[in-house]
Protein backbone atom coordinates (compact mmCIF):
# COMPACT_ATOMS: atom_id res chain seq x y z
CA UNK A 1 0.00 0.00 0.00
CA UNK A 2 1.25 3.72 -0.90
CA UNK A 3 0.22 6.21 1.77
CA UNK A 4 0.74 10.00 1.44
CA UNK A 5 1.06 12.25 4.40
CA UNK A 6 -0.35 15.80 4.49
CA UNK A 7 -3.02 14.12 2.46
CA UNK A 8 -5.31 17.00 3.39
CA UNK A 9 -2.74 19.75 1.72
CA UNK A 10 -2.83 21.03 -1.82
CA UNK A 11 0.19 18.41 -2.78
CA UNK A 12 -0.51 15.54 -0.89
CA UNK A 13 -4.54 15.85 -1.91
CA UNK A 14 -3.58 16.33 -5.61
CA UNK A 15 -1.21 13.41 -5.59
CA UNK A 16 -3.38 10.84 -3.63
CA UNK A 17 -6.21 11.65 -6.08
CA UNK A 18 -3.80 11.03 -9.33
CA UNK A 19 -2.30 7.50 -7.13
CA UNK A 20 -6.14 6.74 -7.29
CA UNK A 21 -6.68 7.82 -10.74
CA UNK A 22 -3.91 5.12 -11.78
CA UNK A 23 -5.89 1.91 -10.22
CA UNK A 24 -2.92 2.18 -6.68
CA UNK A 25 -4.05 1.15 -3.57
CA UNK A 26 -3.31 4.49 -1.71
CA UNK A 27 -4.33 5.69 1.07
CA UNK A 28 -3.43 9.15 2.74
CA UNK A 29 -2.23 10.22 6.18
CA UNK A 30 -3.23 13.60 8.07
CA UNK A 31 -3.47 15.41 11.21
CA UNK A 32 -7.17 15.63 10.49
CA UNK A 33 -8.01 12.77 8.59
CA UNK A 34 -10.74 12.15 6.35
CA UNK A 35 -12.54 9.11 5.80
CA UNK A 36 -10.30 6.00 5.79
CA UNK A 37 -7.14 7.99 5.70
CA UNK A 38 -4.89 7.52 8.49
CA UNK A 39 -4.38 9.99 11.59
CA UNK A 40 -1.00 10.89 11.36
CA UNK A 41 0.69 13.91 13.57
CA UNK A 42 4.67 14.94 12.86
CA UNK A 43 4.49 16.51 16.22
CA UNK A 44 2.47 13.27 18.27
CA UNK A 45 4.93 10.76 17.46
CA UNK A 46 2.75 7.82 18.74
CA UNK A 47 0.11 8.67 15.70
CA UNK A 48 2.95 7.70 13.34
CA UNK A 49 1.52 4.25 12.81
CA UNK A 50 3.42 3.34 9.41
CA UNK A 51 2.47 -0.67 9.45
CA UNK A 52 1.59 -2.23 6.23
CA UNK A 53 3.00 0.65 4.05
CA UNK A 54 5.30 -0.54 1.41
CA UNK A 55 6.11 3.29 -0.52
CA UNK A 56 5.59 6.71 1.58
CA UNK A 57 5.25 9.55 -0.15
CA UNK A 58 6.72 11.87 2.08
CA UNK A 59 5.44 15.07 1.81
CA UNK A 60 7.25 18.37 3.25
CA UNK A 61 5.59 19.60 6.19
CA UNK A 62 7.11 22.79 5.68
CA UNK A 63 5.30 26.23 7.11
CA UNK A 64 7.44 26.15 10.31
CA UNK A 65 11.06 27.16 11.09
CA UNK A 66 13.58 25.01 9.84
CA UNK A 67 14.18 22.86 13.37
CA UNK A 68 10.55 21.75 13.59
CA UNK A 69 10.06 20.92 9.90
CA UNK A 70 13.62 18.94 10.04
CA UNK A 71 12.92 17.09 13.37
CA UNK A 72 9.29 16.56 11.81
CA UNK A 73 10.45 14.59 9.22
CA UNK A 74 13.19 12.80 11.47
CA UNK A 75 10.38 11.41 13.38
CA UNK A 76 8.08 9.90 9.97
CA UNK A 77 11.21 8.34 8.74
CA UNK A 78 12.05 7.01 12.29
CA UNK A 79 8.46 5.07 12.03
CA UNK A 80 9.19 4.10 8.37
CA UNK A 81 12.32 2.08 9.42
CA UNK A 82 10.66 0.77 12.37
CA UNK A 83 7.26 -0.38 10.65
CA UNK A 84 9.12 -1.56 7.66
CA UNK A 85 8.12 0.22 4.82
CA UNK A 86 9.95 -0.24 1.62
CA UNK A 87 10.65 3.09 -0.11
CA UNK A 88 10.37 6.84 0.89
CA UNK A 89 9.20 9.43 -1.96
CA UNK A 90 10.41 12.65 -0.87
CA UNK A 91 8.54 16.49 -2.43
CA UNK A 92 12.02 18.39 -1.85
CA UNK A 93 12.98 21.63 -3.50
CA UNK A 94 14.23 22.20 -6.78
CA UNK A 95 18.34 22.13 -7.14
CA UNK A 96 18.06 25.80 -8.73
CA UNK A 97 16.62 26.52 -5.03
CA UNK A 98 19.50 26.18 -2.37
CA UNK A 99 19.65 29.57 -2.22
CA UNK A 100 15.92 30.30 -1.00
CA UNK A 101 15.22 31.13 3.16
CA UNK A 102 13.40 27.03 3.02
CA UNK A 103 16.07 25.18 0.87
CA UNK A 104 18.07 24.23 4.55
CA UNK A 105 15.57 22.03 5.86
CA UNK A 106 14.84 19.96 2.25
CA UNK A 107 18.43 19.60 2.23
CA UNK A 108 18.50 18.57 6.01
CA UNK A 109 15.75 16.11 4.71
CA UNK A 110 17.21 14.93 2.11
CA UNK A 111 20.28 13.82 4.30
CA UNK A 112 18.16 12.47 6.78
CA UNK A 113 16.42 10.16 3.49
CA UNK A 114 19.62 8.88 2.42
CA UNK A 115 20.88 8.01 6.15
CA UNK A 116 18.06 5.70 7.10
CA UNK A 117 18.84 3.16 5.14
CA UNK A 118 15.54 2.87 3.02
CA UNK A 119 15.38 2.73 -0.82
CA UNK A 120 14.77 6.06 -1.44
CA UNK A 121 13.81 8.47 -4.19
CA UNK A 122 13.71 12.39 -4.46
CA UNK A 123 11.47 14.68 -6.22
CA UNK A 124 13.08 18.33 -6.08
CA UNK A 125 10.32 20.16 -7.18
CA UNK A 126 10.17 23.46 -8.85
CA UNK A 127 7.92 26.78 -7.31
CA UNK A 128 4.12 26.19 -8.16
CA UNK A 129 3.23 27.98 -11.20
CA UNK A 130 0.45 28.63 -9.02
CA UNK A 131 2.44 30.56 -6.36
CA UNK A 132 3.65 32.78 -8.60
CA UNK A 133 0.65 34.26 -10.19
CA UNK A 134 -0.89 34.65 -6.34
CA UNK A 135 2.32 36.41 -5.42
CA UNK A 136 1.53 39.02 -7.93
CA UNK A 137 -0.33 42.44 -5.96
CA UNK A 138 -3.18 44.32 -8.01
CA UNK A 139 -2.99 47.87 -8.31
CA UNK A 140 -5.25 50.29 -9.61
CA UNK A 141 -4.33 49.82 -13.41
CA UNK A 142 -2.41 46.06 -13.21
CA UNK A 143 0.00 44.42 -11.17
CA UNK A 144 3.34 44.98 -9.58
CA UNK A 145 6.12 42.69 -8.18
CA UNK A 146 9.47 42.53 -6.81
CA UNK A 147 10.41 40.12 -9.33
CA UNK A 148 11.58 42.57 -12.29
CA UNK A 149 12.30 40.87 -15.54
CA UNK A 150 13.41 37.65 -13.98
CA UNK A 151 11.55 34.39 -14.73
CA UNK A 152 10.60 31.59 -12.98
CA UNK A 153 10.55 27.69 -14.38
CA UNK A 154 6.87 27.36 -12.82
CA UNK A 155 5.23 24.19 -12.69
CA UNK A 156 1.69 23.04 -12.23
CA UNK A 157 0.97 21.45 -9.23
CA UNK A 158 -1.32 18.98 -10.48
CA UNK A 159 1.96 18.18 -12.82
CA UNK A 160 4.18 17.44 -9.49
CA UNK A 161 1.16 15.54 -8.11
CA UNK A 162 1.03 13.12 -11.15
CA UNK A 163 5.26 12.62 -11.28
CA UNK A 164 5.23 11.95 -7.63
CA UNK A 165 2.09 9.13 -8.47
CA UNK A 166 4.31 7.72 -11.48
CA UNK A 167 7.35 7.49 -9.39
CA UNK A 168 5.01 6.23 -6.29
CA UNK A 169 3.45 3.33 -8.70
CA UNK A 170 6.93 2.32 -9.79
CA UNK A 171 9.39 3.04 -6.87
CA UNK A 172 12.26 -0.13 -7.91
CA UNK A 173 12.34 2.19 -11.15
CA UNK A 174 13.81 5.38 -9.88
CA UNK A 175 15.27 3.66 -6.83
CA UNK A 176 18.42 6.09 -5.53
CA UNK A 177 17.40 8.89 -8.12
CA UNK A 178 17.09 12.90 -7.51
CA UNK A 179 14.58 14.41 -10.23
CA UNK A 180 14.47 17.64 -10.83
CA UNK A 181 11.02 18.74 -11.42
CA UNK A 182 10.63 22.34 -12.96
CA UNK A 183 8.68 23.60 -15.83
CA UNK A 184 8.83 26.67 -18.81
CA UNK A 185 10.00 29.79 -17.87
CA UNK A 186 7.64 32.82 -17.07
CA UNK A 187 7.52 36.11 -15.88
CA UNK A 188 5.27 38.63 -14.26
CA UNK A 189 5.20 40.74 -17.82
CA UNK A 190 3.61 37.26 -19.44
CA UNK A 191 1.23 37.08 -16.76
CA UNK A 192 0.46 40.69 -17.43
CA UNK A 193 0.23 40.80 -20.72
CA UNK A 194 -1.77 37.97 -21.07
CA UNK A 195 -4.63 40.06 -18.63
CA UNK A 196 -4.11 42.72 -21.00
CA UNK A 197 -2.49 44.70 -18.27
CA UNK A 198 0.64 46.55 -17.40
CA UNK A 199 3.10 44.94 -14.72
CA UNK A 200 5.26 47.75 -12.42
CA UNK A 201 7.94 46.08 -10.84
CA UNK A 202 8.90 47.31 -7.28
CA UNK A 203 12.26 47.38 -5.24
CA UNK A 204 13.02 44.31 -2.46
CA UNK A 205 12.94 46.82 0.03
CA UNK A 206 9.72 48.07 -0.77
CA UNK A 207 8.44 44.47 -1.36
CA UNK A 208 10.04 43.29 2.35
CA UNK A 209 8.49 46.09 3.70
CA UNK A 210 5.06 45.58 2.73
CA UNK A 211 5.64 41.74 3.69
CA UNK A 212 6.33 43.20 7.53
CA UNK A 213 4.29 45.71 7.87
CA UNK A 214 0.96 45.49 5.45
CA UNK A 215 0.83 41.70 5.42
CA UNK A 216 -1.08 40.25 8.14
CA UNK A 217 -1.04 37.18 9.13
CA UNK A 218 2.43 35.89 8.25
CA UNK A 219 4.29 33.99 10.59
CA UNK A 220 7.87 35.23 11.73
CA UNK A 221 9.78 32.77 8.95
CA UNK A 222 7.44 33.78 6.15
CA UNK A 223 8.66 37.25 4.92
CA UNK A 224 12.40 36.43 4.39
CA UNK A 225 10.93 33.32 2.88
CA UNK A 226 8.82 35.29 0.42
CA UNK A 227 11.51 38.29 -0.06
CA UNK A 228 14.11 35.34 -0.81
CA UNK A 229 11.86 33.29 -4.11
CA UNK A 230 11.71 37.30 -5.35
CA UNK A 231 15.43 37.81 -5.57
CA UNK A 232 15.83 34.27 -6.42
CA UNK A 233 13.60 35.05 -9.67
CA UNK A 234 14.82 38.77 -10.37
CA UNK A 235 18.31 37.76 -10.55
CA UNK A 236 17.62 34.88 -12.63
CA UNK A 237 18.70 32.08 -10.26
CA UNK A 238 15.10 30.19 -10.72
CA UNK A 239 14.81 29.82 -14.40
CA UNK A 240 16.81 26.76 -15.93
CA UNK A 241 14.75 24.27 -16.91
CA UNK A 242 15.30 20.13 -17.23
CA UNK A 243 13.60 17.24 -18.87
CA UNK A 244 12.94 15.09 -15.42
CA UNK A 245 9.00 16.14 -15.82
CA UNK A 246 8.22 15.32 -19.07
CA UNK A 247 10.08 12.41 -18.63
CA UNK A 248 7.88 11.33 -15.69
CA UNK A 249 5.20 12.20 -17.04
CA UNK A 250 5.18 11.12 -20.85
CA UNK A 251 3.19 13.70 -22.04
CA UNK A 252 4.00 17.66 -21.92
CA UNK A 253 3.41 19.88 -18.88
CA UNK A 254 0.31 21.66 -18.35
CA UNK A 255 0.95 25.42 -19.04
CA UNK A 256 2.57 27.54 -16.46
CA UNK A 257 1.53 30.46 -17.93
CA UNK A 258 -2.07 29.77 -17.99
CA UNK A 259 -2.19 28.35 -14.60
CA UNK A 260 -0.15 31.59 -13.22
CA UNK A 261 -2.40 34.07 -14.86
CA UNK A 262 -5.48 32.34 -13.32
CA UNK A 263 -3.94 32.58 -9.79
CA UNK A 264 -3.71 35.86 -10.37
CA UNK A 265 -7.23 36.85 -11.99
CA UNK A 266 -8.65 34.67 -8.60
CA UNK A 267 -7.10 37.32 -6.50
CA UNK A 268 -8.54 40.18 -8.51
CA UNK A 269 -10.49 43.16 -6.42
CA UNK A 270 -13.60 42.98 -8.11
CA UNK A 271 -13.34 47.21 -8.14
CA UNK A 272 -10.89 46.22 -10.89
CA UNK A 273 -12.65 44.86 -13.55
Not at 258 to 268: D, E, G
Amino acid sequence: MILVTGANGSLGSATLAALRARGATATGGSRTPGEGMRHLDFDDHMSLDLAGVSTLVLISAGYAEDDQVVGRHAAVLDAAVRDGVDHVVYTSLTTAGDHLGFALAHRATERLVRASGLPWTILRNGLYAELFGGLLTWTGDGLESAFGDGALAAVAREDLADAAAAVATHPARHSGQVHDLVGTPITAAQVAGRLGIPHRTIGLGEYRRRLLEETPGLLPFQPPMLASIATGVRHGFLDGTAPDLTDLLGRPARDPLAIAVAAASATRPETIL
